[in-house]
Nanobody, 125 residues
Framework: VQLVESGGGNVQPGGSLRLSCAAS????????IAWFRQAPGKEREGVSCITFSDGRTTYTDSVKGRFTISRDMAKNTVYLQMNSLTPEDTAVYFC???????????????????WGQGTQVTVSS
């Protein structure tokens, strides 16, 4: 599977963005998809995840109640709706895929079956 992220940009604090992770080459029904982010000078952080089998979702504590992960099987795309953004959300956001794995495995980090190239999210006034 190949992944391409889009939707990043510059936004003011309190604003919203929706990131997309478009998959090709295979159906999302086989893959658990996770969003990660990495800010300059910081370690990569698992942000959210959606499982291949039942669409169950997982969020890191810092984004709970603000971010929503979802998927559109017809478009073979996973979305990350980000609301109430703060400067601490500034980072490059990546999506990653692992076939038929639980979110606990995917969020633990590499190896992944596929990575996207990343999309920059900058939150500043």
């Amino acid at each position: 599977v190949q992944l391409v992220e889009s939707g990043g940009g510059n936004v003011q604090p309190g604003g919203s963005l929706r990131l997309s992770c478009a998959a090709s080459g295979s159906s999302l029904g086989y893959y658990t998809i996770a969003w990660f982010r990495q800010a300059p000078g910081k370690e990569r952080e698992g942000v959210s995840c959606i499982t291949f089998s039942d669409g169950r979702t997982t969020y890191t504590d810092s984004v709970k109640g603000r971010f929503t992960i979802s998927r559109d099987m017809a478009k073979n795309t996973v979305y990350l709706q980000m609301n109430s953004l703060t400067p601490e959300d500034t980072a490059v956001y990546f999506c990653a895929a692992n076939a038929k794995r639980l979110c606990s495995y995917v969020l633990a980090g590499p190896p992944h079956d596929s990575w996207g190239q990343g999309t920059q999210v900058t939150v500043s006034s």
